[in-house]
């Protein structure tokens, strides 16, 4: 991953590739491997996007609503395609909101205060959803 501005544009990049194929879904894994990095700017990088990415799923549908059922079972069941991404993509989502919880407790102020926006309660209703 590129590093200062280049992260932010480089996690751009993937947004817009996953969101504009499924057949670029494997690259939210690169997203979510950012919210591990070192730098408290490449994390909140990453925050972002991640809002970004998982907001815009959620708009267009894209992501499984309910009890979230085990991924093995569901990827080997005889469902159709599109439901096979809804419910892998909610699990990566679950993947992503797990490690953004254990962000809350990062010691740099600046990725805890990237967080702050996702934990308000002023969100709009569909984001209760899930």
């Not at 939210?28 to 799923?57: H, M």
Request: net charge neutral; glycine share 10%; with cysteine.
């Amino acid at each position: 991953m590129e590093t200062g501005g280049g992260t932010g544009r480089a996690l751009g990049r993937l947004l817009e590739a996953v969101l504009g194929s499924r057949g670029e879904a494997n690259r939210v894994f690169d997203i979510l491997a950012a919210l591990q990095a070192d730098s408290p700017e490449e994390i909140q990088d990453a925050i972002r996007i991640c809002s970004r990415l998982f907001g815009a799923l959620l708009e267009r549908g894209e992501l499984f609503v309910g009890r979230l059922p085990p991924e093995d079972a569901v990827m080997t069941g005889s469902q159709g395609a599109t439901h096979k991404y809804k419910v892998w993509m909610r699990h990566r989502y679950h993947s992503c909101c797990n490690r953004l919880g254990e962000l809350l407790a990062h010691p740099s102020f600046q990725v805890q205060v990237s967080l702050r926006p996702l934990i308000t309660e002023d969100r709009p209703p569909e984001a209760h959803l899930l």
